[in-house]
T-cell receptor, first 112, second 115 residues
Framework: EDKVVQSPLSLVVHEGDTVTLNCSYEVTNFRSLLWYKQEKKAPTFLFMLTSSGIEKKSGRLSSILDKKELSSILNITATQTGDSAIYLCAVEAEGNTGKLIFGQGTTLQVKP | NAGVTQTPKFQVLKTGQSMTLQCAQDMNHNSMYWYRQDPGMGLRLIYYSASEGTTDKGEVPNGYNVSRLNKREFSLRLESAAPSQTSVYFC??????????????FGSGTRLTVV
């Protein structure tokens, strides 16, 4: 059975800290891994990582895919209170359907 | 830029009642999805429609039906609501080409409570 596991499930840090969120997967036909940020409502897209693009960066956020270890990390440097959210990892594992398997999510709280 | 529009935003049902959640996208995407989100369980796929005219079951389809009315609209129906269907429901759409997949655009969600 395909599955995606995130850790930790929750995290509390102070502004300025650096955090690392983890995502591991077991799927039979890996195609891509995605990270989303979810605040009050709908998840918003952060990164997509594939075999041809294993590292992405946008401002203070960066992500790396380790295909050997079947995992990915999401790093956030110099955290701000606006980074407080649920971070979701998802894997596309079946061709031409777009079906995503989501992890449980990591809830990040950044305190002032 | 409307993106993906879901209605209603909130709903309270009594056990046994039926209702339809509506979803429409204006991005001309070919694929649409319904997920439910429960605390500690991430998002789980209920049904999806890879293209207009097709629908398929996801991970948790029991108790639900769907209709892909046209390319824009994908509705989710609860025929006889149960308390276990209390959840937040998200509709999403994406564009898929052979060998390539575009990240989802999500609707703002429907918070459903079944009492």
């Amino acid at each position: 059975e395909d599955k995606v596991v995130q850790s930790p499930l929750s995290l509390v840090v102070h502004e300025g800290d650096t955090v690392t969120l983890n995502c591991s997967y077991e799927v039979t036909n890996f195609r891509s891994l995605l990270w989303y940020k979810q605040e009050k409502k709908a998840p918003t897209f952060l990164f997509m990582l594939t075999s041809s693009g294993i590292e992405k960066k946008s401002g203070r956020l960066s992500s790396i895919l380790d295909k050997k270890e079947l995992s990915s990390i999401l790093n956030i440097t110099a955290t701000q209170t606006g980074d407080s959210a649920i971070y979701l990892c998802a894997v596309e594992a079946e061709g031409n359907t777009g079906k995503l398997i989501f992890g449980q999510g990591t809830t990040l709280q950044v305190k002032p | 830029n409307a993106g993906v529009t879901q209605t209603p935003k909130f709903q309270v049902l009594k056990t046994g009642q039926s209702m339809t959640l509506q979803c429409a996208q204006d991005m001309n995407h070919n694929s649409m999805y319904w997920y439910r989100q429960d605390p500690g369980m991430g998002l789980r796929l209920i049904y999806y429609s890879a293209s207009e005219g097709t629908t398929d079951k996801g991970e948790v389809p029991n108790g639900y039906n769907v209709s892909r009315l046209n390319k824009r609209e994908f509705s989710l129906r609860l025929e006889s609501a149960a308390p276990s269907q209390t959840s937040v429901y998200f509709c999403a759409s994406s564009e898929i080409w052979p060998g390539q997949f575009d990240a989802y655009t999500f609707g703002s969600g429907t918070r459903l409570t079944v009492v």
